[in-house]
């Protein structure tokens, strides 16, 4: 079992920037692959961004390339997600997983913290 609490989120104009945070307790973290997931209103879950165990490997939904970066600290059992150049469409609750696996679905993590709202004004 391991328990995960984001933060980090709030409201930012179009074009702004916002890290976002998971931190994690309980049973070991780095055996984990973690991912962020958000949620719009009406909208299905969908992944955003994936890290493997170890740090060494991450993977972006074609929404996130080269505005979010997933890392994470093995020593601190944090996540991060920093966002740039944020748009209103990535308005949505933001989520994190644990897993045991790098993978895109919602099934395959059974772990989940309680969200983050991040808004994003035009």
């Known amino acids: 079992q391991v328990q995960l609490v984001e933060s980090g989120g709030g409201l930012v104009q179009a074009g702004g920037s916002l890290r976002l945070s998971c931190a994690a307790s309980g049973r070991s973290f780095n055996i984990y692959a973690m991912g962020w997931f958000r949620q719009a209103p009406g909208k299905e879950r969908e992944i955003v961004a994936a890290i493997n165990w170890s740090g060494t490997s991450t993977d972006y939904a074609d929404s996130a390339k080269g505005r979010f970066t997933i890392s994470r600290d093995n020593a601190k059992n944090t996540v991060w997600l920093q966002m740039i150049s944020l748009k209103p469409e990535d308005t949505a609750v933001y989520y994190c997983?644990?897993?045991?696996?790098?993978?895109?679905?919602?099934?395959?993590?059974?772990?989940w913290g309680q969200g983050t709202q991040v808004t994003v004004s035009s």
């Open positions: 997983a644990a897993g045991p696996g790098m993978r895109a679905g919602v099934k395959d993590y059974p772990y």
